[in-house]
């Protein structure tokens, strides 16, 4: 992946500034901006990606790494002289066309600066903040929030107000720079490797006490005036990607609720990650990166991903769409946009019910069933709903080799699953004296190998690639819910939301969430194809028909299960119940494990 | 077929066309910003301008997702709204007019530029109109059909959404009505032809049919001669596509006559052919 790197210095006012050049300079050229406490090796991870599509460059803001420093440092730092040294780079390194911008963190607010002024104007083309506000927009969120403090806003200002604590330490004199110069600077490595869960030793600068101590003017020159004094005219001038890791410490996601307002055109992405996203999930960058940055170079990659399906959404007057369930699915849209889903028993039901609606918020899906045809069917309705690709894979579940191989070949094909869905099941019923041994092999064979095969074959790459990912497998309300007419099928539903949990447990190291969906009565054809042990060739036809009916009765659609998968994914539930008879059940399991006990010997009316 | 059709057969044929007509004629008028309130009320001035007096039931227009009825709760969500057409937002018109005497129902799919989501959709249901004709003619009951039906959709991947209809119909008799000065109607419905079904409902009642082809016992019955206007509803997420027209029934023996559509001549019929051709003209070259 390690292309060549050119290195030069280029002259910016007093200051010398370092920056590093990766791919063919004929290719669009990006410019990515670190953040603090950094230097631009941050960027290293997502440029040795982009450098075969793109001209990658990434420059040390002045003081940082090896530019040079201004003096004297009061002053030197203001956001004026960084638009300098900016314009700087992008003149030396790409003179007649204008660059695509990429911040992170002070980077981020650098870049929202140089978005938004008017002397960079026809010189950018796009830009892509992630973590690090517009300090004008901040001011003005504060302003709005102090001018009409309702419950919901004041809360909204105390959480950012906590969460802003290094920003005040960092006004006080003299000690930020003995504590970087001294045991923090020392410690810092460590310390962030535990925080983002990165590999030890893997700290990208040795200028870091430097760094930190000359940046501290980053915010003793900038965020006080600003703040008090916010400019009115802070309107971006280029197309904006705004890439929120949700769970930053340091920034609220709510500090760009208005942000429609600033930046006209405005595409949302989500990561449920921290702060140092260009070192935890580069890959997911780059893509997101390169897309939005094809999007606005004139090439042609079809409709946005993850906003065909969306189509005409009513905005409300902030910009952001009115209705919850518009909310919800622009939510999943700056989530699961672009990335790699795959569903198990994707060719009917709640597997297919589940691939349409990663599909509509943009996903690529690989719809696996061991149906081709009704593989291949979900996911050309997929491509038809918006996702960025689908594809069929005809695997049955239940067979290693099979899942094995479907695993190597994804790996190599389409990348790293980052959702994993094992779905795919099948109904069995009956008394347990009347389950054969034949039965219980069937119904285990694909309820719980099928997703012991399907987590073997997709965790071990997810934990490899160390960029996170999610699982789901679909357990059922039969887990929890004893049931004389379920015994098998229970059994395997209740391996599989253990099996759920202890891999949660484990994969949690590694950033990867685990979620047992329990979906309960829903109107799939698991009734239909379902086996009903000890029961004649006639009476099994029967006995299907009447619980056919009897779930359409309920008439709870999978498309509420879908919906509840991708909640689940979001918020990184560890179990999920669905129907409410579902929800009741898991209640009354904990409340009173006798009532459901007592319920299980009621013989279901078929 | 038509050639062989019988004059009061003929009459609904012209029927129907008119009204596809209409349909047609406004479709092409929708402009974004365009209500269904509006499509409605030019459905209603195109009809009245080739001489409809009385109606089966007014026209209806949905727009948007509510083409799929999303979160349809209440009958009244059926009625006309305030919803604006948007640029590639699916619409559906469905109009029921009576002219000399003769009642049409149909439904016209559409959408305002290009959306290859409901194209696939209204691809889909030629598939539903060949099975519904065979199902009918190998004299299966009416609700084993509608069962067939469901099933179909749930392996094309798609909602049944006509169970949203009045007793979840897939289809209604209509007949002929008889031509009075004043026609008012009830809630959409024109008396005239809700006094057709009460009547078709009563005597189906004592001989074991009904007018209404649903997916309850009472339609646990073989085809029942006369004028049914099928309507599949298919749903996919915000999308709805439908097509409405009239199968004929007859007691005749031989299974061709015994039920065919009164009309191939229809919107949807031909896109279909056309497609047809277009894609063997693609598989010769």
Known sequence: MMSEVRERMVRSGEVDLCAVEYGDTAHPTI?????????????????ERLADRFHVVLYD????????VPTPLRGGFRLEKLTDDFLAVADAVSPDRPVHLVGHDWGSVQGWEFATVRRTE????????????SLDHFGH???????????????????????????????TPVLPELAWRGPLGRRWPKLMARAERLEPGTYPTGSLPHDAAHGAWLYRDNVRPRLRNPRDDAYAHVPVQLITPLGDPFLSPRLYDDLERWAPELRRRTLPTKHWVPRTRPDQLADWISEFVLAHEGVDTGPPVGTAAIGPVRKSRGGRPSTSSARLRAAYAERFAGQLVLVTGAGSG??????????????????????????????????????????????????????????ARVATERGVVDVLVNNAGIGMSGSFLTTSADDWRRVLDVNLWGVIHGCRAFAQQMVDRDQGGHIVNTASAAAYQPSRALPAYSTSKAAVLM???????????????VTAICPGLVNTNI???????????????????????????????????ADAVLDGVLRNAAVVPVTPEARAAHLLARLSPKALRAMARIDPPL | MAAGL??????????????????????????PGTTEREATRALRAEAAARGVRDWFHLPFAWFGDRTAFAGFRLPTQFFPTNRQLEPGMPFILDLAPIHGGFTADIGYSGSLGPNPLQDRLMADLREHREFILREVRQRRSLRQIYEDVDRLMGRQGYQNRHRAYPFGVIAHKVDRVKERRWSPHIAGFGTQSLRGLANDALHGHREGWSPLWSPYRMSDHPPHPGLWAVEPHLGFRGTGAKFEEILVVTDSADPEQSAFWLDDELPHVKRWKEAASLTEAKGGA
């Not at chain 1, 803001?61 to 040079?68: E, F, I, N």
Request: hydrophobic letters at 40%.
């Open chain 1, 499 to 513: 099996l759920s949990e202890c891999l949660r447990a484990e994969l949690s190291a590694h950033g990867i969430g």
């Open chain 1, 350 to 407: 709640i597997g297919r019910a589940t691939s349409f609606a990663f599909a509509e918020a943009g996903a690529r899906v690989i719809a696996v069933d061991r149906d081709a045809e009704a593989a291949s069917r979900t996911a050309e309705l997929s491509r038809l709903l918006g996702a960025a690709a689908a594809w069929a894979e005809p695997v049955d579940v239940s067979d290693e080799q099979a899942m094995d191989k479907l695993a």
């Open chain 1, 61 to 68: 803001v002045r003081g940082h790494g090896r530019s040079s």
């Open chain 2, 6 to 31: 019988s004059a009061e057969l003929r009459g609904f044929q012209a029927v129907q066309r008119l009204a596809y007509e209409c349909a047609e004629t406004v479709a092409a008028q929708l402009r």
């Open chain 1, 31 to 47: 410019i990515l901006v670190h953040g603090y406490p950094d230097s631009k090796e941050v960027w290293t991870p997502v440029a």
């Open chain 1, 141 to 171: 969120w504060i302003k709005q929030r102090l001018a009409r403090p309702t419950p919901r806003r004041t809360a909204q200002l105390l959480g950012q107000g906590a969460r802003s604590w290094y920003v005040y330490a960092l006004h």
């Open chain 1, 527 to 561: 009734t239909a194809t379902a086996h009903f042990t000890g029961a004649s060739q006639s009476e099994q036809e029967r006995l299907r028909a009447k619980s056919s009916r009897l779930y359409r009765m309920r008439n709870y659609p999978p498309e509420k299960v």
């Open chain 1, 122 to 133: 026809g010189r950018i083309a796009s830009f892509t903040s992630i973590s690090g506000p």
